[in-house]
């Protein structure tokens, strides 16, 4: 089997997205506590989303780089797309399917 460049950028462009994510989730989240009354709950129903996505993506980036379970890195290429790198990720998931265990 031969080894491309596409899984490795797949999965680095899932955690850069992942990262991106968690740490908008993080601060949305932060920011509704702060602010207190009526858009406590907003921003916190906001942030919480993007944390698991995050979190999600950056695991299967994870999955990416290592070439292993090939759904879990294309769901995690799928979290990572509201931030728009994730498309990328995507694309390249689906390129590089052949070289997963």
Known sequence: ???TW????AGICAIIGGVI???FGLV???MGSFA???FMGWFAAMGAPFIVLGIIAILGG??????KTWWLALVGSICAIPVGI???ALIFVILG???FA
């Open 1 to 3: 089997m031969e080894t």
């Open 6 to 9: 596409k899984p490795t950028a």
């Open 21 to 23: 994510e968690l740490i």
């Open 62 to 67: 994870i999955f990416a780089l290592k070439r």
């Open 97 to 99: 399917k052949n070289e």
């Open 36 to 38: 207190g009354g009526l």
């Open 86 to 88: 994730g498309i990328l």
């Open 28 to 30: 949305t989240l932060s």
